[in-house]
């Protein structure tokens, strides 16, 4: 099995839920997209999420991060109910990390600029900014790039920069939107690495979602398939691809993962 996840975490001890998403519904004007969803995430887990177009993947993040909110249901992180909280307080309190779809940088400033506007605002040691500013820099190997306004990166660059400034801030709680896409085969190789290690080295709970379907199910303990608002099948990566709701919804009969 071409695995980074060598050692899939398959019961942790004791385990703890950090986030929960209960009976959650969203409707867009009368159009519903999320229709009762239940989701639970471990603490230390890394939970992949799939399903095809537009049945509302990102939207699940912005409702977590607070960014919309949803007609029912409620948010809970560490047990606390956070439906009312702001973005802020959900961001800093759980320590969020979020890189979204598109976006998430400043287009005017230089690659190392976006790191140190954020670093000012997440890390209080100036000494400990540049520590960090430049980890992560050698890390994404992003050097050579560095003096450069962002919106001038190519599509890869962006988002390494993008997820360079999701970890500065040393997130408990990592949100991936579409992480893989526009990366090339190395730089998904590492990153996948890079996430396998945050979760065994610093215990981060991770939530991902991409349609690189094999490379998400490479890195996952447990992931979600969501069709028609609903979540339909739910498993570890090897459970989830003989999962016949799964393979109808999503994965077709041709998708393989061994
Ligand atoms: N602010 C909004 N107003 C109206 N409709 C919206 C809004 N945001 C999302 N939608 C709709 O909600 C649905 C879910 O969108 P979402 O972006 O969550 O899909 P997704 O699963 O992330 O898709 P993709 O895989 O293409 O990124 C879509 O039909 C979209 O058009
Ligand atoms: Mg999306």
Do not use: W
Not at 67 to 76: A, E, V
Request: proline share 3%.
């Amino acid at each position: 099995m071409a695995i980074i996840k060598k050692f899939r975490i398959k019961s942790f001890k004791n385990k703890k839920t950090l986030l929960e998403l209960k009976n959650l519904s969203l409707s867009f004007g009368d159009r519903q997209v999320l229709e009762n969803i239940n989701i639970e995430i471990n603490q230390g887990e890394i939970l992949g999420m799939l399903g095809p177009n537009g049945v509302g993947k990102s939207t699940i993040f912005n409702l977590i991060t607070g960014l919309i909110k949803p007609n029912s249901g409620d948010i809970y992180i560490k047990n606390e109910k956070i439906n009312d909280y702001p973005i802020f307080v959900r961001t800093s309190k759980f320590k969020i990390g979020y890189v979204p779809q598109y976006g998430g940088f400043f287009h005017d400033l230089t690659l190392v600029d976006n790191l140190k506007a954020v670093s000012e605002i997440l890390i209080k040691d100036p000494r400990d900014r540049i520590e960090k500013i430049n980890y992560l820099i050698s890390k994404f190997d992003l050097g050579q790039i560095s003096s450069i306004k962002a919106k001038f990166l190519s599509g890869g660059q962006k988002k390494k920069l993008v997820i360079a400034m999701a970890l500065l801030g040393e997130p408990e709680l990592l949100l991936l939107d579409e992480c893989f896409a526009a990366l090339d085969v190395m730089t998904i190789k590492m990153l996948q690495q890079i996430i396998v290690n945050l979760q065994s080295e610093n215990r981060i709970t991770i939530c991902i979602c991409d349609h690189q379907a094999r490379d998400l199910l490479t890195c996952v303990d447990v992931a979600i398939v969501l069709s028609d608002g609903k979540v339909i099948a739910k498993g570890t990566p090897s459970e989830l691809v003989k999962n016949q709701n799964a393979i109808n919804a999503y994965f077709g009969d041709s998708f393989k993962f061994s």
